[in-house]
C-alpha cells in the first residue's frame, strides 16, 4: 500500500511539472499572410499624339461633282478620366494631307488639307473606349473650271462623329472612327459652293504618361 502511494504521488508530480512547463512555452502565431502589392488600373488621363490615314467622299452643289480619296495626317490631344470614373473628357485637333477630288465637264473640286479641333467625351470600359467628337472643321477648297480659272478658299464648318479606341499596351492606343463635317458655303468664281464630307480613318497614338 505505502509503495501504491508514493507512486502516485510521484505521478501527480510529474503531471504537474509538466503542466507548468508547458504554460511557460511561448504561444504559437501563425506568420502574416504576404499581399500582392495593388497594380495600379489602365487610365487614358494624359496628352498623346499620333498618326492617321483612311478614306473620305462627298457631295456639293456643282452639277455631278462628288469629290472622294484618301487622307493621310496627324493628331494630338489630352484626356482627363477622373478617379474610378468611367467617363472620360478630351480635347482633340488634326491636320491631314488631302487627295480628295472629283472632275466632270472641264470642272475640277479638289482640297489639299483639311483639319478640326473637337471636343470628345467617352465610356471606357478599362482599355477599351467608345467616345463621341463634334467641334469646329476647316479645309482647303479649290475650283477650277477650264478656260476661265481657279479659285480657293479656307473652308470653315462643323463636324461631328464617334468611335472606338483599344489600348494595346499602357503607352500606344490603336482606334477606328467616323466623322461627318459640312464646311458651308464659299463663293468661288462668283459662284456660292458648297459642301459636305464623310470620312472613316484608322490611327495609331503614343500617351505620354506625366507620372501623377
Known amino acids: 500500500m505505502t509503495r501504491k502511494i508514493l507512486l502516485g504521488a510521484v505521478a501527480a508530480v510529474a503531471l504537474s511539472a509538466t503542466g507548468a512547463f508547458a504554460a511557460d512555452l511561448p504561444a504559437y502565431e501563425p506568420a502574416p499572410a504576404v499581399s500582392a502589392p495593388a497594380v495600379p488600373s489602365f487610365t487614358w488621363s494624359g496628352p498623346y499624339i499620333g498618326v492617321q490615314a483612311g478614306y473620305a467622299f462627298g457631295d456639293t452643289n456643282i452639277s455631278r461633282i462628288e469629290p472622294e480619296g484618301f487622307i493621310v495626317g496627324g493628331y494630338a490631344g489630352y484626356n482627363v478620366q477622373l478617379d474610378n470614373s468611367p467617363i472620360v473628357f478630351g480635347i ?25 479641333t473637337r471636343a470628345r467625351v467617352g465610356y471606357a470600359f478599362d482599355r477599351f473606349l467608345a467616345y463621341g467628337a463634334a467641334g469646329v472643321a476647316y479645309a482647303d477648297r479649290e475650283v477650277r473650271v477650264r478656260g476661265i480659272g481657279s479659285d480657293s478658299k479656307t473652308a470653315v464648318g462643323w463636324t461631328v462623329g464617334g468611335g472606338v479606341e483599344y489600348a494595346a499596351a499602357d503607352n500606344v492606343a490603336v482606334r477606328a472612327e467616323y466623322r ?21 480613318m484608322g490611327g495609331v497614338a503614343y500617351k505620354f504618361d506625366l507620372g501623377f
Request: hydrophobic content about 25%; proline content about 0%.
Open 92 to 116: 482633340e485637333t488634326d491636320f491631314n494631307y488631302s487627295d480628295v477630288d472629283d472632275k466632270r465637264a472641264g470642272v475640277r473640286f479638289q482640297g489639299d488639307w483639311t483639319g478640326a
Open 180 to 200: 461627318y463635317s459640312d464646311f458651308g458655303k464659299d463663293r468661288l468664281l462668283g459662284r456660292s459652293v458648297d459642301g459636305d464630307e464623310h470620312r472613316v
